[in-house]
């Protein structure tokens, strides 16, 4: 787990890259690969499932790099890539096998955190991607892409065929899920 | 109490997507429980919004794979000043075999001139 730093500027590589230099392509892929890698995992809580999709982004990217016209970062441009290519995984994963837990409003498992192994991680941040891992696919993706990188409704209900309706319940439910797994049950005082 | 602060309970993951009713406000400024309930749901955005600034490190193997999928097969630069025990234990081999070549060829050479006289 690494703090993100400055980064030096993606034009001049870019430029290069899609003038087809296949070497200003790699050290792209160097410089943003934590970045991908860190969203693919995000998304599908799987790290050797993560790694498979971040190859396959950057694959899409090197041949859609021509008609990549700089209008967004490369980096926004990647995320973009990566969610796609994550929900195609996804896809092509439920048709092989029935995961009752990947359906859209399916409440996951209840996995209640117990006060001694609450006061064991006392870590916020390893409880919080503890909490996110344990919601459902559909869920989670929702809430990583409006609440930590920050997306529109309207984008990440494109980017996951659904509705913007369907975006906001499931970023209700997961919240809702997120924080009776972090702070414990809900008072209610009479 | 209980139905208003349930309605709270109910529309705190939106907020503030979701606006409070002016009665539902008025009776949060009263209720503590409340307050704090709002106040978990703001650490719980914060916490996530952090999330941003925080990477995991790619596994070793992810650009050279990518790399390869592409077609590109980068051999990285070698650093001038960089030291590779192998290679050197390799050159200083080479070397001391050139070495005792040399002096196997001027002691053969030596004999042979020996032989002629």
Known sequence: MVQRGVRPDDGALLRRARAG?????????????????????????????AA?????????????????RGDARFSTWMHRITVNVAWTQRRRQRRHRADPIDEAFVEPVAETISPERAAES????????????????????????????????????????????????RLHRGRRLLRERLYGEMEVDG | MKGTCLMVRAVAPSI???????????????????????VRYARLRRQLAA?????????????????????????????ANSFHP?????????????????????????????TQM
């Open chain 2, 16 to 38: 503030p997507a979701e606006r409070l009713s002016a009665r539902v406000e008025s009776h949060v400024a009263s209720c503590l429980a409340c307050q704090a309930e709002l």
């Open chain 2, 86 to 114: 192998a290679r050197a234990i390799a050159a200083a081999s080479a070397v001391a075999v050139a070495a005792a070549g040399t002096v196997v060829v001027a002691w053969l050479r030596h004999v042979r001139a020996a």
């Open chain 1, 122 to 169: 006392a870590d916020v941040g390893v409880r919080l991607r503890e909490a996110l891992a344990a919601l459902s696919t559909p869920v989670r993706a929702v809430v990583i892409l409006k609440d930590v990188y920050g997306w529109r409704h309207g984008e990440i209900a494109d980017h996951l065929g659904i509705s913007v309706t369907a975006a906001k319940v």
């Open chain 2, 51 to 79: 999330l941003a600034d925080v990477a995991e490190v790619a596994p070793p193997g992810l650009a050279a794979a990518a790399n390869d999928a592409v077609g590109i097969g980068v051999v990285p630069p070698v650093r």
């Open chain 1, 21 to 49: 230099d296949r070497v200003a392509f790699s050290d792209l892929v160097r410089m943003h690969q934590d970045e991908v890698y860190t969203l693919a995992l995000r998304l599908v809580a799987d790290r050797e499932l």
């Open chain 1, 52 to 68: 498979d999709v971040s190859q396959e982004a950057f694959v899409r990217a090197w041949r859609a790099l021509p008609q990549f």
